[in-house]
């Protein structure tokens, strides 16, 4: 009976998450304008709906993480081509990664560090941000969590479905076997949809298997039965990984200029951020307040479960902490979007962590009671104390806020400028004739203001590496296909052809001389009227009649 009563209050507990944690990622899901990184898959995704082709508005293939693209277009032939079709598969996958994170959770630790792993998945600002954005890394994360379950399921052995099957017949052992090798199977199809399908920072977890694999390997040497120390199935595995690694760095040297081209690459938006060219940058995200406690809570969980040799548990920690290393020490430029795919692992050994110092303290008081009452009691004080750290905590408080943040406002991923509202200044204002030049051209074209050029100098230098041109031999940027403003000269040039027009650019760019030059943002805010801005001025709309810039 205490058992069913706890298998409904599990249940309870996570019908709970599950809700709370959809209502965060699905409500005000239009509040934000597009952030400029998502209205590519929304046209991409629109394009497909049309002609089949995953096309940007310029003509160009997008190409990039064609499952995502799918699931977008699939959303938006039935909600349309908007902030809601574009967001919902994201919100949806998000929704569905705290469900995996239980279930992968149990599977290493047992029914309540799953719950409180749910818990955390579902109340993470870091994971509700992503779910609430129009990118891939939603899909990479879930398919992250079904590669772990499959492989711990399929290669680690484990009764069907957590079930124990009845003795004495073989008919137990064909039936795992089959089961073990259905998980396989799966996670043999999801490693390329992974790394080819959504993205190529999948094959970061191949390093941390090796890693698991390596460590097993040691551990079965020194610890396992004579006949297996050497000969067993993670040598096997590793010798099959190594051989197909080797043969791939040979025959494939298309492969190997394209991993030495993606370890050395740097765009040009990372070579301009500070925070992307420092390699504690990830480590302090982990640390940062907004993190608040879980860095602590993951340490001492980590580590618990490595020296009570828990070795299952020991694939999501090197998983975690192989893609950290390589990420901070290893790739150019770093940010915690990249760390996505893995984050779950963070919040299970956390939960774990939790867990353990709860039943210790927990185990201490009810241990010093001596009548039964006093021991119950005792039981509930330790869990609520430390539960009440984590509802104080800042990433908590910030969770809750997120849907009901408005436009330019982060929600703790991303932050979406205020372009809907700035392409409504223009189009209520914008009188026939008039030349419209844009920052982010794609952007304004999706709230309706097509741009006749681009004043991007990263675009430009993407244009110019690629060799985009349109017809007249003018670069083009690569998203709406407006020919590129190329220097100072050229814009006053553009200004002065021109009667009256507008210049939508934002403050980000305006204040970083790698997308628009110094001395452009100089003429901008010297040579125009007082901008127009939106309301928490993240976009400046600038406008000029005959007569209103000057010093063209």
Not at 266 to 282: C, F, H, V, Y
Not at 457 to 466: E, M, V
Request: hydrophobic share 50%.
């Amino acid at each position: 009976m205490k058992q069913i009563s706890e298998k409904w209050m599990i249940a309870a507990g996570l019908g709970i998450c599950l809700c709370f944690g959809a209502f965060l990622r699905l409500w005000n899901l239009d509040a934000a304008s597009l952030w400029v990184d998502e209205v590519n898959p929304a046209f991409a995704a629109d394009a497909y709906l049309k002609t089949g082709v995953d096309m940007l508005p310029s003509g160009e293939i997008y190409g990039r993480a064609r499952m995502n693209t799918l699931l977008v277009a699939w959303s938006e032939s039935a909600f349309g081509l908007n902030e809601v079709g574009a967001r919902l598969p994201s919100a949806f996958l998000g929704i569905l990664s705290i469900l995996l994170v239980y279930f992968l959770a149990k599977d290493l630790h047992g029914n309540k560090t799953a719950l409180l792993a749910a818990f955390l998945t579902a109340f993470s600002h870091f994971e509700i941000g992503w779910s609430r954005t129009c990118r891939m890394y939603t899909l990479l994360q879930v398919l992250t969590l079904l590669l772990a379950f499959g492989f711990l399921r399929g290669f680690e052995g484990a009764h069907a479905f957590g079930r124990p099957l009845p003795e004495g017949s073989g008919k137990r052992d064909r039936f795992e076997w089959a089961v073990r090798s259905a998980w396989l199977l799966l996670c043999l199809i999801l490693v390329p949809v992974t790394v080819f399908g959504v993205h190529l920072l999948g094959l970061l977890l191949l390093p941390g298997l090796f890693l698991y694999l390596f460590s097993m390997a040691l551990v079965r040497f020194f610890d396992g039965r004579p006949e297996r120390r050497i000969l067993n199935q993670y040598t096997t595995l590793l010798l099959i990984m190594a051989a197909g690694a080797v043969f791939l760095w040979i025959s494939q040297p298309g492969l190997r200029s394209s991993m030495r081209e993606y370890l050395l690459y740097t765009p040009a938006w990372a070579m301009g951020t500070e925070s992307a060219m420092n390699r504690m940058e990830l480590v302090e995200f982990l640390i940062s307040p907004w993190q608040f406690p879980l860095a602590a809570f993951f340490v001492v969980g980590g580590l618990q479960s490595l020296w009570r040799r828990e070795y299952r548990s020991w694939l999501p920690l090197f998983l975690f902490g192989t893609v950290l290393f390589l990420l901070s020490f290893v790739f150019t430029h770093r940010v915690p979007a990249y760390l996505f795919l893995v984050y779950p692992f963070f919040l299970i050994p956390a939960a774990y962590g939790f867990m353990n110092l709860v039943s210790l303290e927990t185990g201490y008081l009810a241990g010093a009671s001596k009548n039964t009452g006093s021991r119950r009691l005792m039981r509930v004080i330790p869990a609520a104390a430390f539960f009440m750290v984590l509802l104080a905590s800042p990433g908590f408080r910030i969770a809750l806020k997120i849907p009901f943040r408005g436009d330019g406002v982060t929600n703790m991923a991303v932050t979406p400028e205020e372009w809907r509202e700035a392409s409504q200044i223009v189009k209520d204002r914008m009188r026939q004739g008039e030349l419209v030049i844009s920052s982010l051209p794609q952007v304004a074209y999706f709230y309706g203001v097509r741009s006749a050029y681009g004043l991007n100098w990263a675009n430009l230098s993407q244009a110019r590496q690629k060799q985009l041109k349109n017809p007249e031999g003018r670069f083009i940027d690569v998203y709406l296909g407006a020919p590129c403003i190329e220097s100072l000269e050229e814009l006053r040039a553009r200004v002065k052809e021109h009667r009256s027009g507008w210049v939508l650019a934002s403050a980000y760019h305006l204040a970083h001389s790698h997308y628009i030059p110094g001395e452009v943002a100089d003429y901008l805010k010297t040579s125009f009227p007082e901008p127009l801005e939106t309301r928490r001025g993240t976009v400046l709309v600038f406008h000029w009649a005959e007569g209103g810039a000057h010093g063209i």
